[in-house]
């Protein structure tokens, strides 16, 4: 019998199970089912972007940012908000021509080792050994991330035209003043954003109509970013938590937590992951 591969989403049937299915429709069905899971699975780690099975909170987060300007996401540690954020940033640089997109991290140390991983991973893997062109320039190392802290996707055909889509990683050490003249169609800021640089960020967001995306741990409490997104907002979806009975936050059923708030600026909104 196929040994089966572990995937957290996927079901894993039991022995009995498949058995039981073999029973009723043949062994050659089943192994066909069985190894379907597999190249699933398999698809799903060499090309995540294409493959990648779309959990619905993801869906959730995309579909706000449809609605909203600026989405913050808040969750703990290992909670996927960089593996959410890496697989927008790479959807709109795939679906609009020319995009322009900027991320930013806490140093230029910390983009490349928790940013730029996560994006390359997102990556198309027709992308991932693309030859350097003109306009295309795709090069990443583990040790020093994307070449020139940038990668430009190549021209689409159908739209030859616009440029080839770009997106840059920052860190907030660098001067402010690399935002003048920058015209963003999305601005994924990570963990603590200084106040300074999200109103700034702002402005380079609206000649395109661009979207801002803050991911963010608050392991120090209400920031001034952080704050201006919660306070006063109301909570509009709530989630059981299996560890809660009683009551948790005002507004939210015994036994819940927050999922998703509306900002008092309704460009904005909050999701917990």
């Given at each position: 019998?196929?040994?089966?591969?572990?995937?957290?989403?996927l079901?894993?049937?039991?022995?009995k199970?498949?058995?039981?299915?073999?029973?009723?429709?043949?062994?050659?069905?089943?192994?066909?089912?069985?190894?379907?899971?597999?190249e699933?699975?398999r698809?799903?780690?060499?090309?995540?972007?294409?493959?990648?099975?779309?959990l619905p909170h993801?869906?959730?987060?995309?579909?706000?940012?449809?609605?909203?300007?600026q989405?913050?996401?808040?969750?703990?540690?290992?909670?996927?908000?960089?593996?959410f954020?890496?697989?927008?940033?790479?959807?709109?640089?795939?679906?609009?021509?020319?995009?322009?997109?900027?991320?930013?991290?806490?140093?230029?140390?910390?983009?490349?080792?928790?940013?730029?991983?996560?994006?390359?991973?997102?990556?198309?893997?027709?992308?991932?050994?693309?030859?350097?062109?003109?306009?295309?320039?795709?090069?990443?190392?583990?040790?020093?991330?994307?070449?020139?802290?940038?990668?430009?996707?190549?021209?689409?055909?159908?739209?030859?035209?616009?440029?080839?889509?770009?997106?840059?990683?920052?860190?907030?050490?660098?001067?402010?003043?690399?935002?003048?003249?920058?015209?963003?169609?999305?601005?994924?800021f990570?963990?603590?954003v200084?106040?300074?640089?999200y109103?700034?960020?702002?402005?380079?967001?609206?000649?395109?109509?661009?979207?801002?995306?803050?991911?963010?741990?608050?392991?120090?409490?209400?920031?001034?970013?952080?704050?201006?997104?919660?306070n006063?907002?109301?909570?509009?979806?709530?989630?059981?938590?299996?560890?809660?009975?009683?009551?948790?936050?005002?507004?939210?059923?015994?036994?819940?937590?927050?999922?998703?708030?509306?900002?008092?600026?309704?460009?904005?909104?909050?999701?917990?992951?």
């Amino acid at each position: 019998m196929i040994k089966l591969t572990d995937h957290p989403t996927l079901y894993k049937p039991s022995e009995k199970e498949i058995l039981r299915f073999e029973e009723s429709h043949g062994r050659d069905a089943t192994v066909e089912l069985l190894m379907g899971r597999e190249e699933k699975i398999r698809l799903e780690k060499s090309d995540p972007f294409n493959h990648r099975n779309v959990l619905p909170h993801w869906q959730k987060a995309s579909d706000l940012l449809g609605k909203h300007d600026q989405l913050l996401i808040s969750g703990g540690n290992r909670s996927g908000k960089t593996a959410f954020a890496s697989w927008y940033v790479t959807k709109l640089l795939d679906e609009i021509p020319g995009a322009r997109i900027a991320c930013f991290s806490m140093t230029h140390q910390s983009s490349i080792r928790d940013q730029q991983p996560s994006v390359y991973e997102m990556l198309p893997q027709r992308y991932k050994k693309i030859k350097r062109g003109v306009v295309q320039n795709i090069k990443y190392t583990q040790k020093n991330g994307f070449s020139d802290g940038t990668f430009v996707f190549p021209i689409k055909l159908e739209e030859p035209e616009e440029p080839g889509s770009q997106c840059w990683f920052n860190a907030y050490q660098q001067p402010m003043d690399i935002l003048e003249g920058f015209e963003a169609d999305l601005i994924w800021f990570d963990e603590l954003v200084p106040f300074s640089w999200y109103e700034t960020a702002a402005f380079r967001l609206v000649t395109r109509k661009g979207k801002m995306l803050i991911t963010a741990t608050p392991i120090t409490g209400y920031t001034p970013v952080y704050g201006s997104f919660v306070n006063g907002a109301q909570v509009t979806e709530s989630k059981p938590a299996s560890l809660i009975d009683g009551p948790t936050v005002q507004g939210v059923k015994n036994g819940e937590m927050p999922y998703v708030m509306e900002c008092i600026d309704p460009k904005r909104a909050v999701m917990f992951f």
